[in-house]
Nanobody, 125 residues
């Protein structure tokens, strides 16, 4: 079964950190770019960050620049999103996805073939 599974979400206080992971099964994630998206209640899904198959290029949405870091460990078939200085407005369901296309300046969700089920991140005191 081809799937992506996100882990690492939860409740964190403002200013805190979380590291999300995205592990693939049934296919080799090394061959794909990994994208992170998020969707808050009542809002459209937005792109957070992307890392290409070879590790470069990467891309960050304005919401993530300077606070989030994307990485990957191909030996573990896993991608990561380190989120620091979290704010209440970062509260959302976060999704990882895999694409055969390299990262570009714009997050085209239609380019992503595989999607995780999503994981809740809540930033609240």
């Amino acid at each position: 079964q081809l799937q992506l599974v996100e882990r690492g979400g939860g409740l964190v206080q403002p200013g805190g950190s979380l590291r999300l992971s995205c592990t693939a099964s049934g296919f080799t994630l090394e061959d794909y770019a990994i994208g992170w998206f998020r969707q808050a209640p009542g809002k459209e899904r937005e792109g957070v960050s992307c890392i290409s198959a070879g590790g470069e290029p990467t891309n960050y949405g304005d919401l993530a620049k300077g606070r989030f870091t994307i990485s990957r460990d191909n030996a573990k078939n896993t991608g990561y999103l380190q989120m620091n200085s979290l704010k209440p407005e970062d509260t959302a369901v976060y999704y990882c996805a895999a694409s055969v296309y390299s990262c570009s300046a714009v997050f085209y969700s239609d380019e992503y073939e595989y999607w995780g089920q999503g994981i809740q991140v809540t930033v609240s005191s």
